[in-house]
């Protein structure tokens, strides 16, 4: 099973970020997914995920609103849309593959760094 992240990087506070997960190794359609993020000095937290059909999200508080989380179920890949981002979002973030969202989360990937300038 692999998950790979791609599209962080460098963004002024108030810009945009889609961060994408492509998935590989797995029977995507059967696994919920989430965006963890690890600030420095501080613990993983899951910030958004969403179930294996799709149909329903949840949102951190700190990111309700901003972010949005979706899956492409043909292409086995997910996604995090993160517009009107604040310096305090500046962390890793993880993508990671769940058989149901009150489990643990089973497969992860490397992570991806985002920044936030003020």
């Known amino acids: 099973v692999r998950l790979a992240e791609s599209g962080g990087g460098l963004v002024q506070a108030g810009g945009s970020l889609r961060l994408s997960c492509a998935t590989s190794?797995?029977?995507?359609?059967?696994?919920?997914m989430g965006w963890h993020l690890q600030a420095p000095g501080k613990q993983r937290e899951l910030v958004a995920s969403i179930t294996a059909s799709g149909l329903n999200t949840n949102y951190a508080d700190s990111v309700k609103g901003r972010f949005t989380i979706s899956r492409d179920n043909a292409e086995n890949r997910f996604y995090l849309q993160m517009n009107s981002l604040k310096p305090e979002d500046t962390a890793t973030y993880y993508c990671?593959?769940?058989?149901?969202?009150?489990?643990?989360?089973?497969?992860w990937g490397q992570g991806a760094q985002v920044t936030v300038s003020s």
């Open positions: 190794g797995l029977w995507f359609g059967s696994y919920a």
């Open positions: 990671a593959a769940t058989t149901a969202l009150n489990k643990e989360f089973l497969y």
